[in-house]
């Protein structure tokens, strides 16, 4: 089959949108090169491993609009195109394109589910028809498209009600509306945020049971259930921020084949063609059941589905688009079975929300249905209890102190699994809070379990009997030592003299009906080890990042995979680890075995001593690998890198800074204090503004400006204790750039220089950049003498971000970060350089001549800019600092600044031609007439300019972003999108080393 298909991504990280999607494209497009289609990928998401040149032919970091679509198409004439596996965004942008006569113009074919069968399950007024024609039950509503409708409605039914926008992603503009006056912000929000301006408002049935089944059918109309899963939180909090547990646990076998019936019914009517979510509450008391939503598309839930059962949607969905029926195609997993053979599972899967509220104290904790969370974790185990346990071990979080557990029961938030845990310790029973939280009894029970063993380390002798009852139950070596005043070296001995040894089992779809082909593998310490070692002379141990959240991002799996994809050129034998069920780097093909585990200590110890491993690399899992590397060092695990006390000495900025005055490196000068007190009697040297930085953190969580002796000591209030030591460093204004580089402990490769928009103070994550940089040459030298001289003194060796701060003439250091970053991908990509290859050569051993690698000739320009997803945190004001709020980053090429940067801002109007587009404060020129009140309500409304820091600019910061507008709260970004309107019109341009480059229509 040879045809060009081009396949539109999700681009850049959002809530409600994740690396799930990327996880799927990136299946997608290897499905359809595996049938010899010619792949063109369109998606502006930098950070993904999909956007990298072996995942796709051509690929082009361009808008996703529909008129950046159609030049794409006008240029790459290609056979068909591919839309379900790019999330809501890729869905939305296929109906455009159908709408306005595109698709048929050049004459693309739309593969898999049609146009008519999306509408259908997106619309919400077809959808609602269509259930009552197929006698399936929808809670009573209405589609409205005005407030008055919707308040006549709710006049009609009674509130609380529940709004669900049409063609949103994660709930957006959604939610439960108890009052009028709540109706009138969310409806008028709802109706905005819906690209049709369409609203379906309905009856609650929040507190219902909340079912999902992952579908998958082919043009025959073969339908198979790939996984059911069921919602731990009951319906009213949204899917992606409740727990879910796979398999169902809890239903009947009558309620279940119900369920699963009226699942294949919709999906055949809708004639859906690949994978297909579908919702359903249920009321175990009446057995009623009622369809919330279908998503006619690869989704969310497909990707925990395919990471629960082994079973890959993605890649069967796409053969299925291209006219393969379920019973042609082997699943690669078992190399035995058909695509039409349902998965059975023999253990029990847990996922897990991760929610930014570390990064955003000041955010409403409360969950809806409208999504918060930034990414999730998936755990896998012989019980629920050990499940669930794992599943929190993963998080790599620390779980506030709950003062107000019943707070959390009576409004649902992030935290009321860990406040439903510390009732039950203070000996709430189960019956009270299944009252309050209509949570099944079944869950409660299982929860109270691990309360009691806790009890019971707490109280009783750790004989065999109990240690391995607590094992099995999901306890960590840690918890039990907590529990029973013991130290971890002694519960890890008694676990070896008892002969409690960790095992390993394989995922495999089948149940072990069937022998498995691949090397998937969970851990427990219910039943005997199935899992021989692997063969091969070499063996190493990539370290993942864990979950998605802000800070740590998909970028640190795209350097994750290329670290595989390196070590098995070299020969190396490849085991993963990690947790996150949206990306690549845990699909069961990417590494020779795969590890769905917590990343501890302990369970690594357990894994490199079963596989034998010789080098473990932690270079790639972002700041949750290094800040691991010390323990292992400990242990007696051989690390790939630097030594331990290499990082330490980049850590300690005492250190630090001794080293950098020895090679005469200037750096911004500020003290390390231990201890509040320290902090305070240290600023006393100080003018403010200062920068107060704790230590051991992702994404400058807790870093803060400080400008006064008040700040400060909020500041320090809030201050965990293990993230002390803090750094009060003073505050310069500069430039900051950055340069990603590999090392071999003398010499380095530096392909360019990274230079940020936004001025000094600004987070990285959330500042604009360009690359490569618009420096002098001379500034640029300094740049490469001052990181030279920094490697050659820590005698560093592999990859390696360090940052700068320019002040005039002067370049200062700022920090070194002693592992791949957040601008690799980018600087790989545009620089065409494999960065992440060369540093894995250099930490395997290869004598690799990094003097003699060229410098590259970078023929375009790249903006990076920031995504934040403040329609999921509208109560969060966004100002911009040294803490990062952005939840992902997209990029754009163009042949000079000013055409990446059009292209950046393509989604805006033209301020200098549409006067009350913009409203900038303290500013007139280009600035509306009318005042902030009315402005920000009528339909022209869109950018909205306030860097300022008093409460009302919050305030009215946080009413625009409310209303659905950009807000740019620094100078330099506004500044930066009327430099774009320079250039007038914008072409296409894909990454260097594709099969079209340069190409000018």
């Known amino acids: 089959m040879s045809r060009k298909v081009i396949v539109i991504g999700s681009g850049p990280i959002m809530i409600g949108q994740a690396a799930e999607f990327d996880y799927s494209g990136t299946q997608g497009c290897l499905a359809l090169k595996e049938e010899g289609c010619e792949v063109i990928l369109v998606n502006n998401n930098p950070a993904t491993i999909m956007t990298d040149h072996d995942i796709a032919d051509t690929v082009y970091c361009e808008p996703l609009t529909v008129a950046s679509l159609t030049k794409i198409i006008d240029l790459e004439r290609p056979d068909a195109l591919l839309a379900g596996l790019g999330g809501q965004t890729a869905l939305n942008l296929a109906v455009e394109l159908e709408k306005e006569s595109v698709l048929q113009k050049y004459g693309v074919e739309l593969l898999g589910t049609s146009v008519y069968s999306i509408q259908q399950g997106e619309d919400r007024e077809l959808f609602r028809s269509l259930m009552n024609e197929l006698s399936q039950p929808v809670p009573e509503s209405e589609v409205i498209t005005t407030l008055r409708q919707a308040k006549t409605f709710a006049d009609q039914v009674g509130y609380p009600i529940i709004s669900r926008p049409a063609y949103t992603l994660g709930g957006r503009g959604g939610g439960i509306v108890h009052s009028e006056a709540e109706l009138e912000e ?190 999730e974790v998936m755990a896998i185990d012989r019980t629920l209890e050990g499940a669930f346990q794992k599943a929190v071990q993963s998080l790599d979080t620390k779980i506030p102190t709950l003062d107000e557990p019943w707070g959390h029961l009576e409004k649902t938030t992030d935290l009321r699994y860990f406040a439903i845990l510390h009732l039950l310790r203070k000996g709430e029973s189960v019956e009270t809070i299944q009252k309050q939280t209509k949570i099944d009894a079944f869950f409660l029970q299982v929860m109270k379990n691990i309360v009691d063993l806790e009890e019971k380390l707490r109280e009783e002798p750790l004989d065999e009997t109990l240690l391995r009852q607590v094992k099995v139950n999901g306890f960590s070596d840690k918890q039990v030592a907590d529990l029973t005043g013991l130290s971890e070296n002694e519960i890890k001995k008694k676990r070896k003299s008892f002969e409690v040894k960790r095992q390993f089992k394989l995922v495999d779809t089948c149940a072990a009906e069937f022998e498995a082909a691949t090397n998937y593998v969970y851990s427990t310490f219910a039943g005997t080890n199935e899992v021989i070692p692997l063969q091969g002379e070499k063996k190493a141990l990539i370290l993942g990042s864990g979950p998605i959240r802000i800070g740590q991002g998909v ?327 040294p803490n990062m709020k952005s939840t992902g980053e997209g990029m754009c090429l163009g042949e000079t600044v000013d055409e990446a940067l059009r292209k950046v801002f393509s989604h805006l109007p033209n301020a200098q031609k549409i006067k009350d587009s913009c409203y900038i404060e303290g500013d007139t020129k280009l600035s509306t007439d009318l005042n902030f009140e009315d402005w920000v309500k009528i339909e022209e409304a869109s950018i909205y300019v306030n860097d300022q820091s008093s409460e009302s600019a919050t305030k009215r910061r946080i009413q625009a972003i409310k209303n659905g507008l950009t807000v740019f709260t620094e100078r330099a970004t506004f500044e930066a999108y009327l430099q774009s309107l320079a250039c007038e019109d914008f072409f296409p341009a894909p990454l260097p080393g594709n099969k079209r480059e340069g190409v000018r229509s």
């Open 186 to 375: 969310l409806i008028s929000t709802g109706l905005k945020a819906s690209p049709i301006h369409q609203v379906i408002v309905e009856k609650s049935i929040a507190g219902f049971k909340e079912i999902e089944y992952e579908i998958m059918r082919d043009q025959n109309g073969t339908c198979i259930s790939v996984c059911n899963m069921e919602n731990f939180d009951p319906v009213g909090v949204h899917t992606g921020d409740s727990i879910v547990v796979a398999p169902s646990q809890t239903l009947s076998d009558n309620d279940y084949q119900m369920l699963r019936t009226a699942a294949f019914t919709i999906v055949s009517e809708l004639d859906v063609i690949g994978g297909c979510n579908v919702q359903f509450a249920l009321d175990t008391e009446s057995r009623q059941y009622y369809v919330i939503e279908v998503n006619p598309r690869v989704s969310r839930s497909s990707a925990l589905a395919s990471k629960a059962t082994g079973y890959p949607i993605a890649k069967m969905a796409t053969k299925v688009a291209l006219g393969y029926s379920l019973d042609q195609l082997e699943n690669p997993l078992t190399g035995h079975t058909y695509a039409s053979f349902e998965p059975a599972l023999d253990y029990v899967v847990v996922k897990f929300p991760r929610w930014p509220f570390d990064k955003f104290s000041e955010a409403d904790r409360e969950l809806g249905t409208k999504m918060r969370a930034t990414g």
């Open 555 to 881: 970028e640190f799996d795209y350097s994750a995979v290329k670290a595989i994809q390196s070590l098995q050129k070299q020969g190396w034998t490849t085991i993963m680890v990690n947790n996150n069920p949206e990306t690549v780097s845990t699909d069961y093909e990417t590494a020779d075995r795969l590890y769905f585990e917590p990343i501890q200590k302990e369970i690594i110890s357990s894994i490199v001593h079963h596989e034998q491993v010789d080098l473990v690399f932690t270079q790639f899992g972002g700041q949750t690998a290094i800040n691991l590397a010390e323990e292992l060092e400990a242990s007696g695990i051989p690390l790939a890198g630097v030594q331990t006390d290499v990082l330490d000495a980049l850590e300690d900025r005492d250190k630090f800074y001794a080293a950098l005055n020895e090679r005469g490196i200037p750096y911004v000068s500020g003290s390390t204090c231990h201890t509040k007190k320290e902090a305070l009697e240290a600023a006393e040297d100080y003018s403010f503004p200062i920068l107060c930085r704790p230590s051991y953190v992702i994404g400058g969580q807790g870093m803060v400006i400080v400008k006064d002796l008040k700040e400060l000591k909020k500041a320090l209030q809030a201050t965990d204790d293990r993230h002390y030591p803090i750094m009060l460093d003073p505050f310069i204004q500069g430039t900051e750039v950055e340069v990603d580089l590999v090392a071999d402990g003398e010499n380095c490769f530096l392909p360019e220089i990274i230079e940020h928009i936004e001025p000094g103070g600004v987070h990285s994550g959330d500042s604009m950049a360009i690359f490569p940089s618009t420096l002098f040459e001379e500034m640029k030298q300094t740049i490469h003498s001052y990181s030279r001289e920094i490697v050659h003194h820590f005698d560093y060796k592999g990859i390696m971000n360090i940052q700068f701060l320019l002040s005039g003439e002067d370049v200062y250091v700022l920090e070194v970060n002693p592992r791949a970053s957040r601008t690799v991908p980018i600087v790989s990509k545009v620089a065409n350089v494999p960065l992440v290859d060369l540093a894995v050569r250099i930490l395997a051993g290869d004598e690799l001549n990094l003097q003699g690698i060229p410098k590259p000739e970078i023929q375009s320009t790249a903006v990076k800019y920031p995504v934040f997803s403040s329609y999921a945190l509208t109560e969060v004001d966004h100002k911009l600092g």
